[in-house]
């Protein structure tokens, strides 16, 4: 029809778009390490034992009626305590705002929607790099986006004097958006100490931190360990926005489980914040779906259940170090005259191997190999059955 015409093709997502591309491969050869999305050592998909037993209590149990705009409430309420502390002041003081969201990318999307609305002249300072979609989330918000430097190419660690400049440099009052734990694509994380000296430095110049948490328990395996940069941040008595999302702790994916917090001044703040929350959700999908938020509250809400959990989450994080420990070891046992040493100090989710994207071009087409043209890898997608064919091909298009 003539009324699209001048529609011009969407470009291929650079993360998902290898999934697209993988998908197509008929070779049996081929292995996909783009997406994260969790793999067992066989490569298949994983629902945890949790979830399941969670569906069976509550499969035929309700009704299909409508959540509020603001989602679940004991979803919600369960989801600050894994953010904010299981004792929080602030969750007793009703002082957060918060609202169920259409998994992490939702949040993110809902926060940058609230921040043009309310701040309207306000910036967002994104790391380099970062997860690419922050940089489409907060366009479509029409936030203008600034960077601050993170990743150090030639240490493959944290460029934490060139992050401590940028925000020092900041405009007082400045938007930051921070990786909580576990940085994607990076797998690179400031250090305990270094987070207190940022949060420093965030109170001298009055700056906002907008926590992005998407892999809260796969850093370390602990969702309490992996929370605390958001908690020496708490502790220093900033106001803080945190996305949370269940998409990988809790391999909810598809059911697109998450959570937007802001944590105001008092009650009647947070009252009113939520309310402009839940205004900004109505006319973009009304309200968020059911199902992954009962499992969510059937989960937490039951210790023996929320116990099972803390154990699933943490053999996943383990599977993923073991192999990183794998994928090392078969490199430098080919000879590779490349360090490999990134491979086990990065965390989470994602090794950020530092091949170019050439270099993952020929991965793909001679090997059958999917990953980000960054040279992202997702660990969660190497098992023991492939990590030596991987160490293979990343040994030849790097020697
Ligand atoms: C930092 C960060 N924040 C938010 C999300 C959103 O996740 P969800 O909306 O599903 O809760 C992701 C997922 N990023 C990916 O794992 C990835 O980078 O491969 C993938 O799911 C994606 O959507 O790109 C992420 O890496």
């Known amino acids: 029809s003539s009324w699209w015409k001048n529609v011009e093709p969407a470009p291929k997502d650079p993360i998902l778009g290898v999934t697209e591309a993988f998908l197509a491969d008929p070779s049996p050869d081929k292995v996909n390490v783009g997406v994260g999305a969790y793999r067992d050592d066989n490569g298949k998909p994983v629902v945890l034992e949790c979830v399941r037993e969670a569906e069976r209590r509550i499969a035929g149990t309700s009704f299909m009626e409508y959540l509020p705009m603001g989602g679940s409430v004991k ?43 309310f701040r309207p002249d306000s910036q967002i300072y994104i790391p380099v790099p970062t997860w690419s979609n922050h940089h489409n989330i907060w366009r479509d918000a029409q936030v203008t986006q600034k960077t601050y430097h993170y990743y150090h190419p030639e240490t493959k660690g944290l460029d934490f004097s060139g992050l401590m400049d940028d925000v020092k440099n900041a405009p007082q009052g400045s938007f930051f958006l921070l990786h909580a734990c576990a940085h994607n694509p990076t797998g690179v994380d400031p250090t305990e100490e270094q987070w207190r000296e940022i949060s420093q430095l965030f109170k001298a110049k009055n700056h906002f931190a907008f926590f992005d948490m998407a892999y809260q328990g796969f850093a370390s395996g602990d969702p309490a360990r992996d929370a605390k940069s958001i908690r020496i941040f708490l502790e220093d008595g900033h106001h803080i926005g945190i996305s949370q999302s269940y998409a990988k702790n809790m391999g909810l994916y598809g059911q697109r489980v998450g959570c937007l917090s802001v944590l105001c001044e008092d009650e009647k703040q947070a009252v009113t914040v939520k309310s402009q929350l839940q205004q900004l959700a109505r006319p973009m999908y009304s309200n968020p779906p059911l199902h992954g938020a009962q499992i969510v509250s059937t989960i937490l809400g039951d210790p023996a259940l929320k116990g099972l959990w803390l154990k699933e989450v943490k053999v996943m994080a383990d599977r993923i170090i073991g192999m990183r420990t794998a994928l090392r070891e078969s490199l430098e046992k080919l000879g590779s005259p490349l360090s490999w040493e990134h491979v086990t100090k990065q965390i989470g989710m994602f090794c950020y191997s530092g091949m170019t994207p050439e270099q993952v071009d020929r991965l793909t087409s001679e090997y059958h190999i999917y990953m980000t043209r960054n040279g992202r890898i997702s660990m969660a997608g190497v098992t023991t059955g492939n990590v030596g064919y991987l160490a293979n091909a990343i040994h030849e298009v790097t020697k």
């Open 75 to 117: 979803m919600v309420d369960e989801t600050l305590k894994l953010a904010y502390g299981d004792n929080s002041e602030f969750i007793k003081d009703k002082r957060i705002a918060a609202v169920q969201s259409l998994s992490g990318t939702g949040a993110c999307r809902l926060f940058a929607d609230f921040q043009k609305r």
